[in-house]
């Protein structure tokens, strides 16, 4: 099974340059995260999702952006890139919410320079 | 706000002996509260789920506590092994699906 799948897994940036991160999952799963982890630290959420169509913020969403058109797909587009914005990115998917485990993807290593 | 709270620093401990990392959250209400284990350059992988109405949970050497009263849960890992060595994270459900991480406790077991 491939679980949740995240593209690139390695990407540098210049400043002021765009990109989108990719995320399926193949569980067909409602629930789909999209986390930031900076070196010794937690997890951050930025956005998510509870069923197609259907986004909301997290914690820190602001220069990023989502969609949800398909249930397999949640790709994080990141518009004008910042130094700020280096750090790993780990996509996520639940199949509902506080009493189901969440599969994590290997996650994407982006820096900006 | 509403905050999750782990012990920053780091906890070594000797093989054999029991781990405890704590988690305490403020202003939240949550129905479940989890564990996960993340290894350097991994992504998170789901450990235990506990239930409000549950005081306490088991699995192999693992076990959750969870005290509402209090806001904390504890985890435990008894008999340490240096394979157990990693960063645990717990995690609430929060309102409407956002489902929010602590930063994490790194365990150290030495052999």
């Known amino acids: 099974n491939a679980g949740v799948t995240q593209t690139p897994k390695f990407r540098i940036l210049k400043i002021g340059q765009s990109m989108t991160l990719q995320c399926t999952q193949d569980?067909?799963?409602?629930?789909m995260y999209w986390y930031r982890q900076d070196p010794g630290m937690g997890l951050k959420l930025i956005y998510y999702?509870?069923?197609?169509?259907?986004?909301d913020k997290g914690e820190v969403p602001n220069g990023y952006n989502v969609s949800r058109s398909t249930t397999e797909d949640f790709p994080l587009r990141l518009e004008l890139a910042a130094p700020s914005q280096t750090s790993v990115y780990f996509c996520a998917s639940s199949s509902g919410q506080g009493n189901t485990e969440a599969f994590f993807g290997q996650g994407t290593r982006l820096t900006v320079v | 706000s509403q905050k999750i709270e782990q012990n920053s620093e780091a906890l070594n401990i000797q093989e054999g002996k029991t781990a405890t990392l704590t988690c305490n959250y403020t202003n939240y209400s949550p129905a479940y509260l989890q564990w996960y284990r993340q290894d350097p350059g991994r992504g998170p992988v789901f450990l235990l789920l506990?239930?409000?109405?549950?005081k306490e949970k088991r699995k192999e050497r693992l076990k959750v506590t969870f005290d509402t009263t209090l806001k904390q849960s504890l985890f435990h890992i008894t008999a340490s092994q240096p394979a157990d060595s990693a960063t645990y994270l717990c995690a609430l459900y929060n309102q409407g699906g956002k489902l929010i991480f602590g930063q994490g406790t790194e365990l150290s077991v030495k052999p």
């Open positions: 999702s509870v069923g197609a169509g259907i986004t």
């Open positions: 569980m067909n799963h409602n629930y």
């Open positions: 506990i239930r409000e109405n549950e």
